[in-house]
């Protein structure tokens, strides 16, 4: 058997209007294309009307015949789909700003092997973490950003967004807000972590309202990037209690690990292709 010919994994994402003979029609087309799969997952909303699937499958065939198998299914079912190698890192953007344990935990995580990204570039408006992604060999890139440069700043973002093909962008405690265009372009591309249990405690010091309001468990919130500021699709959220003894410098503190645990997940769930949007909703398969 030649390299040519090996069988590759690859990973089926789609979603259509729910109606029976969904699943029998994929499973079918992939064994026309000669696939074994190794996982199967579904989900169909009762609140949308809409179903989901991820599939796991190894064949022979080229991922041009997998599409071409596929895609009558498709067209017949109305489904938005996507096939890709399911040993295929995600080309990823990080965007931060001072604080630099959300970077680090992805950078880590990226050289250790753990997380299916490659990251091009970092990008922030200050040069605060100029030493970190030189640590990592990464190369970096200070794009500051005030009320009169923003449209030009995002500009030079975009720019960079091509030049390198990224596929994902994250905010790592990027303390700027998108204009909504470049929200719009960056729809389900783009991840940002707050630092809060959303849908509680939104916008700017979010630790520190919540220990105005004597909160018991503080946490963060990982979520797809949208013009409403901290209104996209919730990905993942953790939680860690405290209690009335702490200030809000302390939750500030202890916030960071879930901060970045939280992150990671919701970035390492996107990049093996487990998440699908319902609307304001996702569904993430596990």
Known sequence: MTDSTLPTSYV?????????????AVAGALLE????????????????????????????????????????????????????????????????????????????????????????????????????ADFYGIPFHHIPVTAETKPEAEGKLLELIREHGVELTVLARYMQVLSNDLCTELSGKAINI????????????????????????IGATAHYVTADLDEGPIIEQEVIRVDHARTAEQFVQMGRDVEGRTLAKAVQWHAEHRVLLDGTRTVVFN
């Not at 609140?47 to 065939?61: K, L, Q, Y």
């Open 33 to 132: 294309a000669g696939c074994n799969i190794a996982d199967s997952q579904q989900y169909g909303s009762p609140s949308t009307g809409n179903f989901f699937m991820r599939v796991e499958a190894t064949t022979s065939s080229s991922q041009e015949e997998l599409r071409g198998a596929l895609a009558p299914v498709a067209q017949a079912f109305g489904m938005t789909w996507e096939i890709n190698p399911a040993a295929g890192k995600v080309r990823t953007l990080i965007l931060g700003s001072k604080d630099g344990h959300c970077l680090n935990d992805l950078l880590f995580q990226q050289r250790s092997g753990t997380l299916p990204i490659e990251v091009p570039a970092i990008v922030s408006n200050h040069r605060d973490l100029e030493g970190l």
């Open 194 to 217: 707050h630092h809060s249990f959303l849908p509680s405690f939104k916008g700017a010091k979010p630790y520190h309202q919540a220990h105005a309001r004597g909160v018991k468990i």
């Open 12 to 24: 089926v994402t789609l979603s259509c209007p729910d109606r029976p003979g969904i699943v029998h």
